[in-house]
């Protein structure tokens, strides 16, 4: 994550998250136990690595030629677990 984002949010290095995609389809994707660590990135940009984030990924969201899933942009929401 941006280390902006993780002072404001007050997420530490190495915390727990819960990550949830933004999506309008009425289905619930999240994954629980992703790691935070602090990258040189864009405020408001998380990086994950697949397929651990495949979850996140709606099947209607994809490349509208190539019909490939979109993977290198959902919106997601980033919630720290307790310490």
Do not use: W
């Amino acid at each position: 994550m941006n280390r902006d984002d993780m002072m404001r949010l007050n997420i530490a290095e190495d915390q727990a998250l819960t990550v949830t995609a933004v999506s309008n389809d009425g289905v619930t994707r999240c994954i629980e136990g992703l790691r935070a660590h602090a990258f040189d990135i864009p405020a408001g940009c998380a990086i994950g690595y697949y397929p651990e984030c495949n979850p996140l990924i709606p099947l209607a969201h994809h490349a509208k030629r190539s019909k490939v899933p979109a993977a290198k942009a959902i919106p997601v929401r980033v919630n720290a677990m307790p310490r």
